[in-house]
């Protein structure tokens, strides 16, 4: 239903329009709806298929975005402004971007294909300046509000110009994106974070992928938004309606479309033609002046009026945008018709649709487009084509060459020290590395930045926030300190601190990661964002991190506490399924150690990695269990194979039959069960995996066609001195999969130890004896094993 918004009615007719300019943009736009039509229509019609399958390519939700693309991209936004386009509105960004000179014909016309332009805005896959990945809905409006408080962040330190207006994070997003609870999530934060610079444009078609929307949602994202004190601007009708309520049966009019159903309205656009006048004259033919006010417009005439909308009406659009004076977070929410401009505009199945040949070869000709010019940049602008040219050749996105940064590199000297102590947790000494590096390493330091989801203290960041203190634009001290009443934790929040707090929800967790992970391209200034959750939660926030992943944002993941080790917590926190995730989450590297002087080790890497051209984010699974430490000494070779996935914490005896491989919290049972093993058993040895991520992969592309070489794998050389006929037990505190597969590396036989079912409250005694990954377990295991050798002996 288009409801009535008088307040903001923005067809105000007004010097301040640059008419010249609305000429301008008219053109292009119309530009945009051909060339984003013809992209999609060359990838399904024209362009040879060998799989047979439809290509796809959303015509129609991508037509609805034009109008509201070309204002912002030709005229409205600034090089340094960042922008997260509607995912089915692709099309219409390669074409813009293809008349800014940022894209190829050449990849146009590979569209969805190997090679060409992406499905969905990529910044890693496509060539064109894609400022935020989008793909999964609400989670490129989300990152918009996270990625200006990075910014806030940023400049709050003066680690960039301040001297230079800030950049406006915008987000082109449909309507059914509020569907999505990420966006509600983000927004509420952003809200307590009093987050600035943020525009929110929603293309209001009130048309999802399968129906059309209820008629009072825009109520309630309207009064969502006030809520929450966003300038909220409702682009509702275009110039020409505005002018037709002006007249006599205007008013009449004005109030039928107010209270016409969104799905009457659809069909009325669709049917097109005498189909407006008989509705209107049915529902409204009494009132006065109404019939005098249809007499003026024929048929065809009379369809364009009615569907003049705020998001297709230039002087609208750019009125709107420019009116603009502060930095209050804003929201536009833009009436447009999906298919707007073909075919099947408004049709209730239009989402999949794609026009035939007939059909488009019926726009070209409406646009007057010259057969054989239909990749030309400019065939549909007749004999203004020159002058267009210096149009767009003048426009601030045309002009700013690359827009992504490369960030100055902070000088990283030495390796991180292990903290002292005979007995620790790997999430215990997570906290106590952090809180030493300001002391050894203060110029790293100066760009780590650390968040959490409301678990900072159970995460053990509490030093490091007692050092750094909380990130905030508004000061607040600590009430608690002033009164002298007695806390270990200190809550001073300053535009100095260095932790972002958040609310609880995951989510938002990993969408602030990603913004600051982007902080190097996006704001020129090199952070080391490193973020805890509990472990068990990730799979909440997964979407979101994967979304961080896919778009290459560097940072460090802690999920801490993690498995049925977090015994009394009970099932609900108990994580067993995240080292697989851990292992098939592409651009995140996964760790898992067992002790404090391996977590040192890999801190150290992981923040090299972010640091790197060609690294990668990394995840650490750590666990609140205090284990007694090994007394050695870190040497290179050790460390070399820390990092690479593994070592023998005791060797076996070449030729040894026997062997057991675990990982993380488990190796205090599985180094009491090997010792009482070892003394029928001393050929036996024992390895300690810190990533089977980092084994798995490295053997994987060793073992491929592409990726075969001469050297061993690290899980080739550890696995080496072991007989061919050897049985391996593997125990680790999570799914048996993630150690399992090493059976494959030498066709060994593998007896996993380790957590399928749902958790459940008890102590660690208990738990893992009910799991079967304690010490008897894994001798029984060991037993079997030697059953199994005896057997195979004695066959052959």
Known sequence: ?????????????????????????????????????????????IRPKRDGLKVGGHQASSASSVSLMTALFLEILNPQDRVAVKPHASPAFHAIQY???????????????????????????????????TGSEGLGAGITIFAALAQEYVRAKSLVTVDKPPARMVAIMGDAEFDEGNVFEA????????????????????????????????????????????????????????QAFSRPGGAALRKWLDSCPNDVY????YASGASWRERLLADIGHARGLQGLLSNYDDESLAKLMTNLGGHDMGCLTEAFQSVEDDRPCCFIAYTIKGYGLPFAGHKENHSGLMTVDQIRTLQKSLNIPEGAEWEPFSALDKREAE???????????????????????????QIQTPPGKRTSTQEAFGRILTEIPRSQPELAERIVTTSPDVMISTNLGGWVNRKHMFGTRPRGDVFKELGLPA??????????????????????????????????????????????????????????????????????????????????????????????????????????????????????????????????????????????PEREMSDELREAILAGGYWLVPPHNGAQLAIVCCGSVATETIAAFEA???????????????????????????????????QTQIQKLLAPLSPDAQIVTVIDGHPLALSWVGSVRGHRVHPLGVTRFGQSGDIQDLYHEYRIDSDAIVESVARACLDVAGWQRSG
């Open 99 to 133: 008349l800014l000179g940022n894209q190829t014909r050449e990849r146009l016309e590979m569209f969805r294909a190997l090679g060409g332009a992406q499905s969905y805005p990529s910044r890693t896959k496509d060539h064109d300046n894609v400022d935020f990945s």
């Open 388 to 414: 267009l040219r210096e149009y767009i050749r003048t426009r601030p996105l045309a002009t700013c060459g690359e827009r992504d940064h490369v960030a100055p590199r902070t000088r990283i000297s030495g």
């Open 677 to 711: 093993i070892r003394e029928e058993t001393p050929e036996i040895g024992l390895a300690i995996v810190t990533s089977p991520d980092r084994l798995y992969a490295e053997w994987n592309a060793h073992d491929s066609e592409h990726g075969r070489r001469g050297a």
């Open 266 to 269: 659809s069909a009325l656009v």
């Open 488 to 629: 270990t934790q200190r809550s001073l929040v300053s535009p100095e601190g260095q932790h972002i707090e958040l609310g609880i929800a995951e989510s938002n967790l990993f969408l602030q990661l990603a913004a600051l992970g982007l902080a190097g391209p996006i704001f020129g200034v090199e952070l080391f964002p490193i973020g805890t959750i509990y472990d068990t939660f990730i799979a909440r926030g997964l979407d979101a991190l994967n979304y961080g992943c896919y778009q290459d944002a560097r940072f460090i993941l802690v999920g801490t506490p993690s498995g049925i080790t977090l015994a009394p917590e009970g099932g609900a926190h108990q994580a067993i399924t995240t080292p697989l995730i851990g292992i098939g989450q592409p651009q995140l590297l996964s760790f898992e150690p067992a002790y404090a002087d391996e977590l040192a080790a890999i801190m150290n890497w992981s923040i090299q990695q972010l640091h790197d051209k060609d690294g990668r984010s990394v995840y650490l699974r750590l666990s609140t269990r205090p284990v007694v430490q």
């Open 1 to 45: 239903m288009i409801q009535s918004e008088k307040k903001l009615a923005v067809a105000r007719a007004t010097p301040a329009i640059d008419e010249r300019m609305l000429d301008y943009l008219t053109a292009m736009e119309k530009q945009v709806l051909w060339l984003s039509s013809w992209i999609v229509h060359n990838a399904n019609h």
């Open 187 to 242: 927004m509420l934060e952003g809200w307590k974070h009093d987050v600035r610079n943020v525009w929110w444009i929603i293309d209001y078609n009130r048309q999802s992928l399968d129906r059309i929307l209820d008629d009072e949602l825009y109520n309630r994202i309207e009064g969502v938004f006030r809520s929450l004190g966003w300038n909220v601007q409702t682009l509702k009708y275009g110039r020409q309606l505005e």
